[in-house]
Structures are given as structure tokens and as C-alpha cells.
């Protein structure tokens, strides 16, 4: 079983574990993001002087941290601990005394202030333990970790960890507890962030081998998160999303939500926060396998790229994932794309539905839903308040991701595609499609049939989209298609968007063609990663420069610096190189000069 392998087994496996722990929390109870602790931690003691709390004073990553204020002698310990935080059976030491890639680096990161120096006993202490347990439920290995009392105060996180290979397995490990205890005579106020549990080992690619299994404090109960990390031991994210908060910034209801920041810059890879399996009847009463379901999610965003999704179907976008268990048996559903208004670079709280048929197959008894994050998404996106309502009438379905149907000759007659409109309910319902031609003129160019229909259950209707290029001028266009359900219960409406170029018959093949004037076309695809196509047309021969240039008018390639012959040109720009971000590009062509905006995103 290669590392990948075990990783995606041990992340189902890690939410499984905890469904019954917080199957008391119902999705109606956390799907606000307005719990008071973090998920799998609860407070084990909290005697009078000490305080305990979800801290956001100070953190090492997402904005929380543990923290215990203990400003003198209490009659017992304060004790921050876990629930069954993680499920790792296939963590064992081989009876040959093979050791190798068993060796657990197990520890946190802790600040601390104010506290007591030089501790002669346990009660004088402040510690991090990791308790391991077999199937039986009896302990067989605790890793304790005294925290760094030379001095009162530490000058920023420090790590406490155990030493190589202190901490080995000599069985399976069925449970693990942690713990983050200040003695009854300690004192002083401690901040604890980034659990770890990693093996200390090399793969077979050269890299430090981690798990994540919610090192941070990110998430309130009933909640648990899946993010990339940087391949190190230190439990932190890359890829943007250490930019995620529970914050109390904006709500749709409430006063939390969760964010999303994710930079222009940032290398592709997807992420998410899940709900943690509960069973049908923490869902909705009377919910279960065979029935059709609403999914919705309250959606607010900013700083968006207009017309990512056209660059990266799919990948530039947000969704849910829904998967439904019994035991350990999970059926995983396909990913649900959202798509945004095009050419929009915000919008207030909205509404997003999907329609989902739990799937009988498997006798499902538990279902999890994540809040998920493609790999090329940028801007700033807050989720509230997730919710699942039976469906008992009509419920219609389609596949709502952008269609970018790519480069279309202005000499086509006709350009058509389909989708697919299902009622997945258990009603017939009456269905309006109705066409947004955003930025197409003339209108008449593009449009859809049929307009009107009714969906019986289990039926589905093909609609055509269609396009009349020889009315275009060349240029990149986006269209939005609106499916409006009337009995829909809950649903609201369903978004398809297709997006295209119109380009001038010699850019598609070769041709002879003279333009009668020169002129520069906007880049394809725009965004783009890792190249880009740029267009133009000579009246006459002459001399041409094209160049790409930073926002800062440096220079970073110049592509043609010479005689051209007259007609259509197209040159391929490669930006493997250079970082993600807005550049420019100019066409000078004798007395002729025009520059255009492009953008990089990877």
C-alpha cells in the first residue's frame, strides 16, 4: 500500500471514527460554524482559577489555538483533551524489529507565558501526552512530553516533540487520545496549535511523510478539514490554504462563517472542510437510502477572476462532495460544481442547491458532506449555513459546471451542444429554461431548445445550446443558461454556463487571407497556465514587435522582433517561468500599437 493509498484511507477512516462521538450535533446544530469548542477536543477538567478556552488571542495557523490561563494553584489539573482524534490500525512495528518508516513523530506546538520555571514534580508541570490504545480499548503506549520550563516565557512557538523513534508501536492502534494538561501547581497561561502525528521517515519521492488528520484548531465540533501540506514536520498547510479562518468577519445568520483567501499565486490543489458522518437522523427525520435530497449552502465572494472558470472548467470553481457510509464501507458521489455569475468579481450571500439521490446500493447509514475547493480557485469565498431538506415533490438535477467549447471558426453556420436537464424526484415539475446572453451581439446569435418542458420522475430532457458564429466578431464570449424548476421544494434555481471564442477563419487553419487592417486579438485561452495563443493580422509586410511585459513595464519575453510577411499570425507563449499575476503584451507593427491585458494563473 503506497503512501497516497494510505493517506485517503486514513482521512475516511479518521471521520468514521468520530461519527458517534458528535452524532449528539446535529447538521441543523453545526452547519452555521457557531460551535464553541474545536472538533475532537472537549474540556476534560477545568478547576476554579483555571480557565480554558478556544483561543483566538494567539494561534500558529487558522486563527485558533488551545489555551489553558492558570494564574495560580488550583485543587486539580486543567486538562485540555481529545475525543478518539484519529483511526490507525496500520501503524504496527514488525516482530523482526525492522523499524524502519515506524517511527511516530508525535508532539505540538506550545507558547508559553508567565509560567512557573524549573517544575521538581508532575503537579508543577505543563505537558502534552499521546495515549495509543489496542483493540481491546486497554493502553499500551503513552508518549508524555514536558513542556520547556527554564524560562517563563518563550519568545514565539516552540515545538515540543519527542525524540526520534521514542514513540514505536509494537501492535495495531485502535485509538488515540491527546492531551494538553498544566499540573495543579503549575501556573501561568500556555497556548498549545498544530498537533502532530507523523511518521519519521522518507518516501520513496524524498519527502517528509505527513498525515493530515486536523493538526490545527480550524474547525468547530462536528466539523474536520483536508488541506495540502507542505511535506514537512512542522503540520502546516501551502497551497493557499493556510488563508482559512472560522471567522466572524461576515455571516449569512449568525455570527460566524467559514473563509476561504486564496491567492492568484497559489499552486493548484484542491482542499476541503467536511462535516464529520452523522447518522440519517441527525440529517433530517425520516431521511434515508432511496431519497432524494437538497443540499444547500449560503455563498458570499470577492476579488474573483472574471472568466476563470472558462480558462479552467471545473478546476476554477467550489462545491460539495456528498459520501455516504455504512461501517466502513463508503460509496463516494461525484463532486457538485457551483458556478459563479461570469465576468463578476463579487457577489453578496447567495444561495447555492444541489439536488442529491442517496444512492441505495449500499445500505447507507451515515452520510458526510465536505465544502469543497477546486485546484485552481482564487479570490476570497465565505460558506454558511449548510443545510440537506427532504425532497418529497420534484427535485431537478444537471451538470452545472462550466462547458468551454473552445475555438469557433467565424464561418461555422452552426455550432451545437447539449446538456442534460433529470428529475431525480419523486413529482413531475414544470421547467423554464431561460438564456443570459451576457456579452453576445446580437442576441440572436446564441440560444436554447427547448425553452419549456415537463420532467415526469426518473425522466430526463436534452437541451441544445446553440450558436450562430458567422453573426459574432471575434472575440471570447460566456453565456449563462438558467433552469427554473416551479415546484421544485426548496431548490431554486439551477446555473449552466458555456463559454467560447469566435475566431477568424485563417486562425483556425492556414490561409492566404489579407486582413484589411491590422489588428491584435485577445489572448486564448485568457486566464491561462501553463501557455497562451496571440493572434494578429498584417495589411501589409512590415515590421513587428510583439512583447510581454510585468506590471511594472519590465519586459519579461519578446516574441517577434523582425519583418513579417502580410496576413493572420499566431505565436505560443510559454509563462512555465514566470509567477502568477496580471501581465500585458503589445503589438507594434509599423505606425500601429496596441497592448492587451492577459493572466497568468497557476
Request: proline residues 6%; glycine residues 8%.
Amino acid at each position: 500500500m503506497n503512501w497516497r493509498t494510505i493517506l485517503l484511507r486514513q482521512i475516511i477512516l479518521l471521520s468514521f471514527a468520530a461519527a458517534t462521538v458528535f452524532a449528539q450535533n446535529s447538521l441543523s446544530a453545526i452547519g452555521g460554524f457557531e460551535g464553541p469548542l474545536p472538533s475532537f477536543w472537549k474540556m476534560g477538567s477545568q478547576p476554579t482559577g483555571a480557565t480554558l478556552s478556544w483561543a483566538t488571542d494567539q494561534s500558529r495557523s487558522f486563527g485558533h489555538s488551545l489555551k489553558i490561563d492558570k494564574p495560580g494553584v488550583t485543587t486539580d489539573s486543567a486538562t485540555w483533551i481529545s475525543e478518539q482524534i484519529v483511526y490507525i490500525p496500520w501503524y504496527k512495528v514488525l516482530p523482526s524489529g525492522d523499524l524502519s518508516g515506524r517511527c511516530l513523530l508525535v508532539g505540538a506546538y506550545v507558547k508559553l507565558m508567565n509560567v512557573n520555571v524549573n517544575p521538581a514534580d508532575d503537579d508543577q508541570r505543563w505537558w502534552i501526552s499521546y495515549t495509543f490504545y489496542d483493540s481491546s480499548g486497554a493502553p499500551f503506549v503513552e508518549t508524555k512530553l514536558p513542556m520547556d520550563q527554564s524560562t517563563a516565557s518563550s519568545s514565539g512557538w516552540l515545538d515540543d516533540i519527542n525524540a526520534v523513534c521514542e514513540t514505536i508501536l509494537d501492535r495495531d492502534a485502535w485509538k488515540l487520545i491527546v492531551k494538553f494538561v498544566a499540573g495543579k501547581n503549575a501556573t501561568g497561561t500556555v497556548w498549545a496549535d498544530d498537533f502532530m502525528l507523523y511518521e519519521q521517515t522518507f518516501d520513496d519521492l524524498g519527502l517528509f511523510w505527513s498525515l493530515n488528520w486536523n493538526t490545527g484548531l480550524l474547525v468547530p465540533t462536528g466539523w474536520y478539514y483536508w488541506f495540502p501540506l507542505n511535506g514537512g514536520d512542522d503540520g502546516l498547510v501551502v497551497d493557499g490554504f493556510v488563508n482559512t479562518f472560522v471567522t466572524n468577519e461576515a455571516a449569512h445568520s449568525g455570527l460566524n462563517s467559514l473563509k476561504f483567501t486564496l491567492p492568484v499565486d497559489r499552486e493548484p490543489h484542491d482542499g476541503y472542510v467536511g462535516t464529520i458522518p452523522r447518522p440519517f437522523s441527525d440529517i433530517g427525520s425520516n431521511i434515508g437510502p432511496g431519497d432524494s435530497i437538497n443540499i444547500s449552502v449560503w455563498i458570499k465572494a470577492s476579488d474573483l477572476v472574471p472568466d476563470g472558470a472558462t480558462a479552467n472548467p471545473g478546476t476554477w470553481s467550489v462545491g460539495i462532495t456528498p459520501l455516504f457510509f455504512r461501517n466502513d464501507t463508503v460509496e463516494l458521489s461525484r463532486d457538485y460544481y457551483f458556478t459563479f455569475p461570469p465576468s463578476q468579481t463579487s457577489f453578496d450571500w447567495t444561495k447555492y442547491t444541489q439536488g442529491v439521490r442517496i444512492s441505495s446500493n449500499v445500505g447507507a447509514t451515515d452520510m458526510e458532506i465536505r465544502l469543497h475547493v477546486y485546484s485552481r480557485m482564487v479570490g476570497t469565498i465565505f460558506f454558511d449555513d449548510l443545510s440537506v431538506t427532504k425532497v418529497s415533490g420534484a427535485l431537478i438535477a444537471l451538470d452545472a459546471s462550466t462547458t468551454d467549447l473552445g475555438r469557433i471558426s467565424n464561418t461555422m453556420p452552426h455550432r451545437d451542444t447539449a446538456f442534460t436537464v433529470r428529475n431525480i424526484g419523486f413529482a413531475t415539475d414544470s421547467i423554464t429554461i431561460l438564456l443570459d446572453p451576457v456579452n453576445v451581439i446580437p442576441e440572436t446569435a446564441v440560444g436554447v431548445t427547448p425553452t419549456s418542458f415537463y420532467l415526469a420522475p426518473g425522466d430526463s430532457q436534452k437541451v441544445t445550446f446553440s450558436i450562430q458564429p458567422q453573426l459574432l466578431v471575434p472575440q471570447y464570449y460566456q453565456t449563462m443558461i438558467t433552469v427554473q424548476p416551479k415546484s421544485g421544494l426548496g431548490q431554486g434555481s439551477l446555473s449552466k454556463s458555456f463559454a467560447f471564442q469566435i475566431v477568424i477563419a485563417s486562425a483556425v487553419s492556414t490561409s492566404t487571407e489579407i486582413p484589411k487592417e491590422f489588428a491584435l486579438d485577445q489572448n486564448y485561452p485568457n486566464p491561462f497556465n501553463p501557455s497562451t495563443t496571440f493572434r494578429y493580422g498584417l495589411p501589409h509586410k512590415t515590421t513587428v514587435q510583439l512583447t510581454v511585459f510585468n506590471t511594472l513595464g519590465q519586459s519579461v519575453s519578446t516574441l517577434v522582433n523582425g519583418e513579417q510577411d502580410a496576413g493572420y499570425h499566431e505565436v505560443k507563449f510559454e509563462g512555465s517561468g514566470l509567477s502568477s499575476g496580471v501581465y500585458f503584451y503589445r503589438l507594434q507593427a509599423g505606425d500601429f500599437t496596441q497592448t492587451k491585458r492577459l493572466l497568468l494563473l497557476k
